[in-house]
């Protein structure tokens, strides 16, 4: 099998190609090394993939995912399999002041991927979605069944319409395709623009942290090898058309799934683990809650779990050493 990754040189697209490339699999990655972040440890992330000893199975193509005729020429000649479309503009607060980059990325650039699923028949496409959709929402474990209707980012918008556009895909071109609500990603490799990142980076070097709502928040922390197996069984399990309802509610080969740890955990206590790990304490400056954000996020994974298997298995404690000392091996310190 050739599978296409995008967002390869990404957190979780990364980790994924070398899962893949575990499993024997060929794989295509593609990703534009946007300047969204430091470009340097996509590359790093990258040489990582390529330490892996199946490598010769990858071959990296840079191009927009936004520009159909650089990802048209990207993926000339390829036979794909099945497709795993994690490429996306990340980031809530940064939709704030740049608004067009998640047009661009997350619209454009996902109905650029489904028109090239159109063209492959038959195959599997999962692509990434956010707990971010359930946006306002009070009403807790999060469920793929509920109304998903009052955004309160510009990147949640992006998020359900990009299911939207697939619910459409799938209904006109009977095309099967996966959306997984990714809940609060975190492990080696990470992104340095999340809480995890930030919050070891500061305490390492002495430095503040922001703690927003008075670290009166809790997030559904799920670690990267958890995720990676989730999505893996995903990819391999296409929602048949067969006309019963799918979580998520289609009668389309589109299928909806929370995935997370099931299990969210207060903002002090993440910080607490990250100050044992580090073996130093944090200096805290609190600070408001910020536009976009939630107070907590809770999936509800049972449909997923019914639907492979799925049971995370990485308890907070457990990741965060793991992470921390990553960190310190990647920074030197």
């Given at each position: 099998m050739t599978i296409l990754v995008t967002g390869a040189a990404g957190f979780i697209g990364a980790h994924v190609a070398r899962r893949l490339l575990d499993e024997g699999?060929?794989?295509?990655?593609?990703?534009?090394?946007?300047?969204?972040?430091?470009v340097s440890l996509k590359h790093d992330r990258l040489a990582w993939i390529g330490e892996h000893p199946e490598?010769?199975?990858?071959?990296?193509?840079?191009?927009?995912?936004?520009?159909e005729v650089a990802l048209d020429a990207a993926l000339a000649g390829a036979r794909l399999t099945a497709i795993v479309h994690l490429a996306a503009q990340a980031g809530v607060r940064y939709s704030l002041s740049n608004p067009r980059a998640y047009v661009r990325a997350n619209l454009a650039g996902h109905l650029n991927m489904l028109e090239i699923a159109r063209a492959l028949p038959g195959v599997h496409m999962v692509y990434a979605s956010s707990s971010s959709v359930y946006g306002a929402n009070t009403s807790v474990p999060f469920r793929v069944?509920?109304?998903?209707?009052?955004?309160?980012?510009?990147?949640?918008?992006?998020?359900?319409?990009?299911?939207?556009?697939?619910?459409t895909y799938a209904h006109l071109y009977r095309m099967p395709l996966t959306g997984l609500r990714f809940f609060t990603v975190y492990g080696p490799w990470g992104r340095p623009d999340m809480a995890m990142w930030l919050f070891t980076d500061a305490i390492l070097a002495g430095r503040p942290i922001s703690v927003f709502n008075g670290g009166d928040m809790a997030r559904d922390?799920?670690?990267?090898?958890?995720?990676v197996t989730g999505v893996v069984a995903t990819l391999a399990r296409p929602p048949v058309d067969d006309g019963a309802a799918k979580p998520g509610g289609s009668v389309s080969p589109h299928a909806l799934y929370n995935i997370g740890n099931h299990s969210p955990e207060r903002l002090d206590r993440l910080i607490a683990l990250i100050e044992a790990a580090c073996g130093r304490p944090a200096i805290?400056?609190?600070k408001p809650m910020q536009p976009g954000d939630v107070a907590q996020t809770f999936a509800d994974v049972s449909a997923l779990t019914a639907a492979t298997g799925f049971t995370p298995a990485t308890p907070l404690e457990d990741g965060v050493a793991r992470f921390v000392a990553w960190?310190?091996?990647y920074r030197g310190i």
């Open positions: 699999h060929d794989v295509i990655g593609i990703d534009s090394l946007d300047p969204y972040y430091d490598a010769a199975r990858f071959a990296f193509r840079q191009a927009d995912i936004a520009d069944e509920d109304r998903v209707d009052r955004p309160i980012s510009l990147y949640a918008a992006t998020k359900r319409a990009d299911e939207l556009m697939s619910e922390f799920t670690y990267i090898d958890d995720i805290r400056e609190p960190y310190r091996h």
